[in-house]
């Protein structure tokens, strides 16, 4: 098991309930994972949790048998160097670095730049064409698809994606899903994707739904 998810309860300033009440789940290697949910029922809060970017009232996360979810803020920051990739629905590409440079940056950054793998997601991205243009110079999803080029580029143990594709038409949400989904596959990734869409959720191995807190499988 890659990751096990127990008993998290999360409650923020001013609000007068758990956004969370003991949530609990497993994610295993090579598996995709979609948690749908109402609006402001959490899947968010519950993706800040699992990067480690937010830190829970109660409850654990065990990463590969480590609790991770009270780490400095220097440990979090290298678990997501190499271990925890996230895509958002932002893109949150830097405008001043080109495609290539945007999809190496972080794979860079944590040591672990591989050239060969690198174009192997920039083939399969359909970006070859891109590698020397701007964000500002190319459409919303391509960017997407450089974002998530990005993400898988330092080979990561977990992707998190965060409605990766609501920025997008039918046609491109699709396409890029469907490359997400086949791209994890190839480099033994788990996927965890949050999403409001139950077509996206039916396209990964397992949909689970959040409701009142807690995190139960979704009726198929």
């Known amino acids: 098991m890659l990751m096990s998810i127990k008993d998290l309860t999360r409650r923020y300033a001013g609000q007068n309930r758990d956004v969370l009440r003991g949530a609990s789940f497993d994610l295993a290697r090579g598996e995709s994972v979609a948690l749908t949910g109402d609006s402001g029922s959490g899947k968010s809060t519950v993706l800040h949790l699992l990067a480690a970017l937010d830190r829970p009232d109660r409850g654990q996360i065990l990463f590969e048998g480590t609790d991770i979810s009270n780490l400095s803020d220097a440990a979090a920051s290298e678990l997501r160097r190499?271990?925890?990739?996230?895509?958002?629905?932002?893109?949150?590409?830097?405008?001043?670095?080109?495609v290539a440079?945007?999809?190496?940056?972080?794979?860079?950054?944590?040591?672990?730049?591989?050239?060969?793998?690198?174009?192997?997601?920039?083939?399969?991205?359909?970006?070859?064409?891109l590698l020397t243009r701007y964000p500002?110079?190319?459409?919303?999803?391509?960017?997407?698809?450089?974002?998530?080029?990005?993400s898988?580029?330092?080979?990561?143990?977990?992707?998190?994606?965060?409605e990766p594709t609501g920025n997008l038409d039918e046609t491109a949400s699709a396409e890029v899903l469907r490359l997400m989904l086949d791209l994890v596959s190839r480099s033994g990734s788990a996927l965890f994707l949050v999403t409001h869409s139950p077509q996206i959720a039916a396209r990964c191995d397992r949909h689970l739904h959040l409701s009142g807190g807690q995190v139960r499988s979704a009726a198929p």
């Open 136 to 150: 500002e110079q190319i459409s919303g999803g391509q960017q997407q698809r450089v974002a998530i080029a990005r």
């Open 82 to 98: 190499g271990r925890i990739a996230l895509v958002f629905q932002q893109y949150n590409l830097v405008p001043a670095l080109n």
């Open 152 to 162: 898988l580029a330092v080979r990561p143990d977990l992707l998190l994606a965060d």
């Open 101 to 129: 440079e945007n999809i190496s940056l972080h794979a860079r950054l944590g040591r672990r730049f591989d050239p060969a793998w690198t174009e192997t997601l920039v083939r399969h991205l359909g970006l070859s064409g």
